[in-house]
């Protein structure tokens, strides 16, 4: 019996430094990651707040939300594994790596989800926009985290990768509440130039969707080899662009008729040459 309470007491006087130093260093863990998940989901809930503020596209929260998150529970997790001894170094390293297999596996993934990230948070259009976008135009349906989808005039669907949308060129043709309506019209060479610019200016002015402000104004742009070209430049709303363009076109060529204004077609003039006779010999 003694020999068994002398070895008890010889592994209590081993092990006891040794539980005190571990087991506070374990309780200490403990208490740091607690905390620190509550931390992170103080930010991560802060964060979506600011976003809330900030109008960032709906689209975009959860996102951020989670990948923020994700990253920082990541970092306490590492933390915490260093406080009680863990060797963290081989554990980042093997992230690291991870991280960079993932990476070159969906790089094509990940720039078109960095382009949506970029779109949604720079906002170049939105839903309900016409843009014109890698050699295709029509209205922003949806924007999502991958692609953006488009419908063309004639109701087809295309769907754009966010990648090439957002290091190109956009042309965004709803931004501006107001646009300029070109209507370029060529008349004959002996027909009144003048005149011809009194029936376009009537016709602007008489068109209450054509705005007063800048007025309508009509320049001579060129002459051409058939015709003495005019252009009508007016100002509208932009959702009555294509109205003002059409209706006006067709009341010049009406307008025009009456007047006896003539919209020349291009047209070619021969001049048959009878050959020489010949000599007799």
């Known amino acids: 019996m003694e020999e068994i309470t002398t070895q008890l007491s010889e592994l209590q006087a081993e092990w006891m430094p040794m539980v005190m130093q571990y087991g506070s260093q374990v309780l200490l863990a403990i208490v740091t990651l607690l905390v620190g998940w509550w931390i992170v989901g103080r930010i991560t809930r802060g964060i979506l707040v ?27 997790l590492v933390s915490v594994a260093g406080m009680i001894g863990v060797e963290t170094t081989s554990f980042i390293a093997l992230i690291g790596a991870a991280g960079l297999a993932v990476g070159l596996a969906l790089q094509g993934s990940l720039a078109n989800f960095a382009g949506g990230m970029l779109i949604l948070i720079l906002r170049p259009f939105k839903a ?102 005019l252009s009508l430049r007016m100002w509208a709303k932009t959702e009555d662009y294509w109205g003002v363009f059409w209706d006006v ?33």
């Open 128 to 229: 309900g926009e016409y843009i014109e976008a890698q050699g295709v135009a029509g209205t922003v349906d949806s924007i999502s985290i991958f692609h953006t989808v488009l419908k063309t005039p004639d109701n087809k669907t295309v769907i754009v990768p966010n990648g090439s949308l957002s290091n190109g060129n956009i042309i965004n043709y709803s931004r501006q509440p107001t646009r300029r309506v070109d209507v370029n019209i060529g008349i004959d060479y002996g027909d009144s130039v003048k005149q011809a610019r009194e029936i376009l200016l009537d016709i602007a002015q008489a068109d209450a969707r054509v705005l007063k402000d800048p007025e309508s104004v009509v320049w001579l742009t060129g002459l051409g080899e058939s015709s003495v070209d």
């Open 249 to 281: 076109q067709e009341l010049a060529k009406e307008r025009f008729d009456e007047a006896g204004i003539t919209i020349p077609f291009p047209q070619r003039t021969l001049h048959m040459v009878a050959p020489a006779a010949t000599e007799q010999a």
């Open 50 to 76: 600011l976003m809330e503020k900030r109008n960032i596209d709906r689209t975009l929260h959860g996102f951020i939300g989670a990948m923020i998150g994700m990253g920082l529970k990541v970092l306490l």
